[in-house]
């Protein structure tokens, strides 16, 4: 019979699995809340639990099974699988593969989230098997996935892509998570648009969103670009401001690994043209003509299962067992 693959992808909030067969086809996929008490220490058992009840349910053996590929949000040694940080999960100098191997008795693969996200859009979703593409995930933070000659760029210490911390405005620019100020995170995240629409609400408190706010709406990354859809000029300059910073960031990247598709995924990709529109049209003010010429902006395919299908494609790329 043929064997199968499991795909995970450990967020801060939920872990997604999927049951795939070696040529990609996703079989079937399930989700937990990720339990963060105990600094995590329930996420293994968990998993593994989950992985067992779904393979129970369609009558396959574990030995069956090629390998498990995980993604996991935060810092991360690929070769060991060794955590050293994941801040939202609560995992400091945490084990992972070495303890999802004991649990399971299959081979487990570790890659950082965003590059496995990078990994299967490549795969299976809109980077159409490309070698060279850089994948941006936009949501509360900006995660990202930069792909040369078809392996992912981790760096010396696993640091290589980390786009969500390009250097924009490091003088005058908000503080970011990672203690630097004026990082791409604070231009363009959700959070980071969220945070100029206060500060534009400060400086011009009669203005719409000012009423908004007063009326008690929450201000949220959506409302202002639906504000920036009905031409409102705050809302617009917010979204312009945004996009800008993608557009410059792709450009400098694309000197680096000149790719052929930049993919722009994540929940602030929902607001689909009106983003893409203005992040392609920065990216050709500042690129060279001959990197913009090659690289196509579009939005990802694969929405949430991207992760899956990353951690899906570690094993099946490594092969067997």
């Not at 995240?189 to 000012?210: C, D, M, W």
Request: with cysteine.
């Amino acid at each position: 019979m043929k064997p199968y693959i499991i795909g995970v992808d450990i967020g801060g909030t939920g872990i997604q699995s999927g049951l795939f067969d070696t040529n990609g086809q996703l079989v079937s996929t399930w989700n937990l809340k990720t339990n963060n008490k105990d600094r995590g220490s329930s996420i293994v058992e968990d998993v593994s639990q989950s992985i067992e009840k779904k393979l129970s349910e369609h009558q396959l053996d574990k030995s069956m099974i090629l390998g498990i590929g995980i993604g996991v949000a935060g810092f991360i040694d690929r070769e060991s699988g060794f955590i050293h940080e994941s801040i939202n999960i609560g995992w400091r100098d945490f084990p992972l593969k070495l303890q999802m191997e004991k649990r399971m008795g299959l081979p487990v693969l570790i890659e950082n989230d965003a590059n496995a996200a990078a990994l299967g859009e490549r795969w299976k979703g809109a980077g159409n098997g490309a070698n060279d593409l850089i994948v941006m995930t936009i949501g509360t933070g900006v995660g990202g996935g930069v792909i040369a000659n078809g392996e992912i760029i981790a760096g010396a210490n696993g640091m290589g892509g980390e786009i969500g911390h390009y250097p924009l405005d490091p003088k005058n620019g908000f503080l970011c998570n990672c203690g630097k100020h004026g990082c791409l995170e604070t231009f363009s995240s959700a959070t980071g648009i969220v945070r100029h629409a206060l500060e534009q609400v400060k400086r011009n408190p009669f203005g719409r969103l000012a009423r908004l706010t007063k009326k008690g709406n929450n201000l949220s990354s959506k409302l202002i670009f639906q504000l920036a859809e009905e031409d409102d000029p705050e809302a617009t300059a917010i979204v312009n401001q945004a996009a800008d910073a993608l557009g410059y960031t792709i450009a400098a990247l694309g000197v680096i690994c000149n790719p052929v598709y930049a993919l722009i995924g994540g929940g602030v990709s929902q607001a689909g043209e009106l983003l893409l529109s203005k992040i392609e049209r920065s990216f050709k003010k500042y690129a060279l003509t001959r990197v913009s010429d090659i690289c196509e902006i579009k939005l990802c395919t694969l929405g949430q299962d991207a992760g899956i299908f990353g951690g899906a494609y570690l094993v099946q790329k490594n092969g067997s067992r």
